[in-house]
């Protein structure tokens, strides 16, 4: 069965960096785009980043020139690497795929910036 695991979370400081990894499991992991989302406490899941299965990628604003996704297809894994991290990141972050016309989504891995 399709399994995402996220790991990486933790507590950092504003201006830190985090790396954010999901391991991919029970689906033919090169032949899919994935994506990480958030969700704040409060507030409704939003989209972070996306990437394709030929390697584009996309980003909300609010993380444009700060986060990277990237992806492994050899290892079946995609991660977010978050620079100059903010107050506004904390947030639960989970990894997601669609694969056979069905969404998944990890466990999620909470992120705290705070000093």
């Known amino acids: 069965q399709v399994q995402l695991v996220e790991s990486g979370g933790g507590l950092v400081e504003p201006g830190g960096s985090l790396r954010l990894s999901c391991a991919a499991s029970?689906?033919?992991?090169?032949?899919?785009?994935m994506s990480w989302h958030r969700q704040a406490p409060g507030k409704e899941r939003e989209l972070v980043a996306t990437i394709s299965i030929g390697g584009s990628t996309g980003y909300a604003d609010s993380v444009k020139g700060r986060f990277t996704i990237s992806r492994d297809n050899v290892r079946n894994t995609v991660g977010l690497q978050m620079n100059s991290l903010k107050p506004e990141d904390t947030a639960v972050y989970y990894c997601?795929?669609?694969?056979?016309?069905?969404?998944?989504w990890g466990q999620g891995t909470q992120v705290t910036v705070s000093s």
């Open positions: 997601h795929g669609f694969v056979g016309l069905r969404h998944y």
């Open positions: 029970g689906f033919t992991f090169s032949g899919y785009g």
